[in-house]
DNA sequence: CTCACTGTATTAGTTAACTAATACAATGAT
DNA sequence: ATCATTGTATTAGTTAACTAATACAGTGAG
């Protein structure tokens, strides 16, 4: 299946974003070989180059290193993994409480209105 | 003070959300005159015609309407800003529920992570 | 009437993102 | 040794977003 890509914002932006999730979740396990670029390109309905980019930054950041010519792998570094993914989840959490607050919501306004949506989308 | 733009997405985009959320925060009341697009642009440090296409978005959805030559306005239909209002927090709860959801967390998860860093930011 | 102010339209130029099509070098299996 | 596969580099072309600089037309106050 073509990855979920949205029209608006860079996609090597969007790439990046997604391997790096996939990571975090452990999709692709600490050590574990990435499929080669060309591949990757082909599955996220993406050209090579543009792939080969968000690779790249990836691997500037450290989370992802390359053996030149026997493939890309996934940091052994189980610290950096989770340091990326608390990152992440402050960086939603902030996100979405500076949206609420913008919007007028108090906290625990915000509060209700999560577990109200959660209760909706229960079968997930 | 200029406003947060951020450089990875399309301006103009960036541009109608904080306008669109100016109206739900009542920042421009229903039936109010904005400032002329010109004078909008300087305030954003940005383009008058980037401005103008921001501004005509916001008016094909009918959030806002013009009078040729003596200015725009807020729409007077409260049930349409309010109905804006709830677009955006299901669709932020909705997207925040996603991307967490992702990372592996539950919905008691959720809650307490929100729970957290509200606690954290209890001064703002 | 005149003039400043309103939204709107037009034309041109710049830049970044993306695609496309190759080419190269190193490795490892056969 | 050969050859397919790996990551990487290069060059060119397209498109959308943004800026820039004007020009036009309607309105309302003086």
Request: charged share 30%; glycine share 6%.
């Amino acid at each position: 299946m073509p990855w979920e890509l949205d029209s608006d914002r860079p996609i090597y932006t969007q790439l990046m974003e997604q391997i790096e999730l996939k990571v975090c979740a452990g999709l692709y396990p600490p050590g574990g070989r990435l499929p080669p670029v060309r591949e990757l390109a082909r599955e996220a309905a993406v050209n090579p180059n543009t792939m080969q980019r968000a690779l790249a930054g990836l691997e500037e950041s450290g989370l992802l290193y390359t053996r030149r010519t026997s493939g890309r792998f996934v940091t052994e570094n189980q610290d950096m993994i989770r340091a990326v993914k608390s990152r992440l989840v402050r960086e939603h959490t902030r996100d979405f409480l500076n949206k609420m607050g913008r919007l007028g919501f108090t906290h625990p306004e915000i509060l209700e209105a999560v577990s109200s949506l959660m209760e909706e989308n229960k079968n997930e």
